[in-house]
């Protein structure tokens, strides 16, 4: 399982951090991404809060959710930074749906 080392969004270069340690004792906030336009970076986990390899789709679900928030940091709408549910829905539901699109129209291959 790979991710690129960067992506470019509109002029900036995204630094991508995988596999990244997150560092929660609390399992139930354990996080599995991370985006940050300031620093020009997005953190993904490979493991899960019980410590166990996630699987490419979660993986590259949880890719996808990042580069929503920082397409949506840097083209300074910021509607889904607020934190709330209804943004986490919003850009989880569009997160799924292109994943599924790439994978079906085989830009993403994802292992058995
Ligand atoms: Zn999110």
Not at 81 to 100: A, N, P, W
Request: aromatic share 10%; hydrophobic share 40%.
């Amino acid at each position: 399982m790979k991710l690129p080392k960067s992506i470019k969004i509109g002029a900036h270069k995204i630094k991508i951090e995988f596999p990244y340690e997150f560092e929660n004792e609390d399992k139930s906030k354990h996080q599995l991404g991370n985006s940050n336009f300031t620093l020009s970076r997005i953190r993904i986990a490979k493991f899960n809060c019980d410590g166990e390899e996630m699987p490419a789709s979660m993986i590259w679900a949880t890719f996808i959710h990042e580069l929503f928030h920082m397409i949506d940091a840097i083209s300074g709408h910021q509607l889904f930074l607020d934190g709330s549910r209804k943004s986490e829905l919003i850009v989880g539901t569009f997160s799924e749906i292109i994943l599924q699109i790439l994978v079906d129209n085989k830009y993403i291959k994802l292992e058995s």
